[in-house]
Each structure stands twice: as structure tokens, then as C-alpha cells.
């Protein structure tokens, strides 16, 4: 069996190193935990790239909390219209004059 670039060594099958270096054979287990130490190294390397994006996500979290708390605390002036009628003409005019009056009474406040 000749294995010029590397591979799997079968049960059973000798080995003639002919590449002129020192070359390593790893039983199977030792394999199998080579992979896991890569695959856990691997789940290492993508926490500590999301780390930046994870700070982000935080910052833009803590600023949407401080402004809902800011129109919690502060709500924006809000209108509520009823018209108990028959005309739509008349409801709408009726809304009209209503938001005046409450925009001039905001305006007096100030």
C-alpha cells in the first residue's frame, strides 16, 4: 500500500516510510480526539468573533430601552375624537376644532 499524500493506515497493513522525514502515525482514538479538540477550537474561535456583534446587539438594546422609558415617563400628546352623529362633514369639523383648542391650550402652557 503506498500513500504518497497522507490517509487512513487499514487494520492489518504495513507502512514503509519512504518520504524522507520523520512522519507520525495516530491510532484511532487519537484521531477522533484530534477532531474534537479542532471542532471545539473551531465553536472557540466563532464565540470570540460574535463577542463584537454581541456588544453591539447590547448597545442598540440599552438605547431602545432608555427611549421607550423616556416616552414612558414623557408620553407624546395623544388625541381622542368622538362624534356621536350622522354627518361625517360635521364629525371631521367637530376633530378639527377640538385639536385646535387642545393645540392652543398646549401652546398657553408653555
Known amino acids: 500500500m503506498l500513500r504518497d499524500m497522507g490517509g487512513p493506515l487499514p487494520h492489518g497493513v504495513a507502512a514503509l516510510n519512504l518520504s524522507g522525514e520523520e512522519e507520525w502515525v495516530q ?3 487519537q484521531r477522533r480526539q484530534h477532531r474534537r479538540d479542532l471542532q471545539e477550537l473551531a465553536a472557540l ?29 414623557n408620553p407624546p400628546m395623544q388625541y381622542k375624537s368622538e362624534f356621536h352623529g350622522y354627518d361625517l362633514n360635521e364629525a ?19
Open 45 to 73: 474561535r466563532a464565540e470570540r468573533d460574535a463577542t463584537p456583534r454581541l456588544d453591539a446587539m447590547v448597545s442598540r438594546l440599552k438605547s431602545t430601552n432608555n427611549r421607550m422609558q423616556q416616552l414612558v415617563d
Open 92 to 110: 371631521f369639523r367637530h376633530d378639527r376644532v377640538e385639536r385646535g383648542l387642545a393645540a392652543q391650550t398646549y401652546l398657553k402652557r408653555g
Open 27 to 29: 491510532a484511532g482514538e
